[in-house]
């Protein structure tokens, strides 16, 4: 599974919330680990255990190396299993998800990269409907969904009672449109921060902001 830069953009984002948070020697969820990404840039800036879950077997495999040739292999656990039958003895304080992105679109008939872009096995209700049980009260999640879905994604949020606090708008650049959204919330209600990130500017250049969270993470940032 390729490592994508909005990806990298939002695990370094996950990893800077958490931190302000101050959500330390705590548990976090991984919905859809795929490599272990996210895990990875949360644990290198927080004191944190974190459950990762991910329902391919290669792809757990993977994350599973990777975070055995990482600092942080007491902090991250593995799980090879659907986070629809996943049970865990407690509640988390954090939650953070990459999920697949499209519904009722065209696949590209490759079963494995289907199942890492498409919703085949967890839709956008049924992500929600996990993120309620495995919540711990005042908990914070946080996602990253494609803008074209953001009316969508607002509506389930309030079905299933959570606000959102942070709401940053991805751009692949200042004279592109937003293509994802990064959102941070609680069952807690809250007054909602919104702002846009580029992620280069006009003259297809890492933009500030976009090197601010990730220099700790690109080496030739």
């Not at 290198?44 to 990762?52: E, G």
């Not at 055995?68 to 939650?95: C, G, M, R």
């Amino acid at each position: 599974m390729k490592v994508t830069t909005d990806a990298c953009l939002f695990g370094a984002w996950c990893a800077d919330e958490i931190q302000k948070a101050k959500i330390q020697n705590l548990n976090l969820l991984d919905i859809g680990t795929g490599t272990g990404l996210l895990s990875l840039m949360v644990a290198q800036k927080n004191k944190i255990q974190i459950d990762a879950i991910e329902i391919d077997e290669e792809a757990a495999a993977q994350a599973g190396q990777n975070i055995s040739s990482s600092p942080w292999t007491e902090n991250i656990k593995i799980f090879n299993q659907d986070i629809l039958t996943f049970n865990s003895n407690h509640k988390y304080e954090a939650v953070i998800s990459n999920p697949p992105f499209y519904e009722n679109e065209l696949a590209s008939g490759q079963v494995k990269k289907d199942l890492a872009h498409h919703s085949l096995q967890l839709s956008l209700v049924q992500l929600f409907s996990v993120i309620k049980n495995n919540l711990a009260d005042e908990g914070r999640f946080f996602l990253l969904l494609p803008f074209k879905r953001e009316n969508e994604i607002e509506d389930l949020l309030n079905k299933h009672q959570f606000y959102i606090h942070k709401k940053i708008l991805v751009q692949q650049s200042t004279s592109h449109q937003p293509f994802r959204v990064m959102l941070s919330g609680s069952d807690q209600q809250s007054e909602i921060f919104t702002t846009t990130i580029s992620i280069k500017d006009e003259k297809q250049q890492y933009t500030q902001e976009f090197t601010a969270l990730l220099e700790a993470y690109y080496l030739y940032l």
